[in-house]
Every structure is written in structure tokens, then in C-alpha cells.
């Protein structure tokens, strides 16, 4: 499943989600991830620039920094409640619930299954079963269909 926090509020709060929601500015994806990760994961944005700066300062100046927060946070303003919130524990909850829900509906069939972070390993044969299982699950939580790749 690609995109699952940041979908998933889209989707909770009834929204369509932009297709990539790393995508805005300039950005490298990687950077993008980590300025989505770290604005869910602190309570306030002046805590969120400098843990931001800590990892990216061989990179990008304090300002630039601070600029590619300030495109994401317009870029995903419809999220702002969500934003330096600490909402990290309610998303883990989410990406879990789906994990658990689908390693439950494989474990139940006898079909073997690994989680590896937010991805699964099943039999060639069952990638169908598995792509119809995480869409379904998916769709239970958060109300609308998920991203996802084969990888």
C-alpha cells in the first residue's frame, strides 16, 4: 500500500486525496515523505522545522526548509487539523488495523503470508487474493480505494 497516512485522512475526512500526496513543489520525494512524516508527527511547527533541520541541514537551508513546510502545508490544507497535532499514534492505529486485518483473513485461509513495514509477501498465486484483501480493508477504514503497487 502506497501513501497510506496521508490518504487516509483524505479519505476519513471524506476528501479526495491528491493522486501523489508527496508530490508539491520542487521537492525530492524523499524530502517530501520526510516533511509529511515529521508535521504528523510533532505539536507544533517550530519543533517540526528544527527536527527538519537536524536531518536535512547537509541539504537545504533552514529557510528552504521552512518554504518546502510552508508548500506542503498549503498543498495539504484541507489535512490542517491533522498537523502538528501528534496525530503519529491515531495513523500507526490505521496502518496497523489494515496490516493486522489482512494477515487475519490469510492466516484464517492457511495461506502464508509475511508483513515487511507496510507491504506484503504471499505466494505468487495469491497476489490477486492479497490485492482484493488490502483494498477491502483498506476501504473499511478509510472509505475509499487505496494505492496499490507491486513491488
Known sequence: MSLILNR??????????????YEFGEM??????????????????????QALHRKLRKQLSYSEIKQAVDIFLKTHRPLEQYF???TWAQLHYWDSTIAFNVMRAFQEENIPI????DSFVVPEKEEDRLFMVMTKSYIELAQFEPVISKE
Open 8 to 21: 487516509c485522512i483524505y479519505g476519513c475526512c471524506g476528501l479526495k486525496s491528491p493522486e501523489d500526496c
Open 28 to 49: 525530492p520525494r524523499e524530502v517530501a515523505k520526510l516533511i509529511a512524516l515529521i508535521c504528523l508527527n510533532t505539536n507544533n511547527k517550530t519543533r517540526a522545522l
Open 84 to 86: 502538528f497535532r501528534e
Open 114 to 117: 509475511i508483513g515487511v513495514h
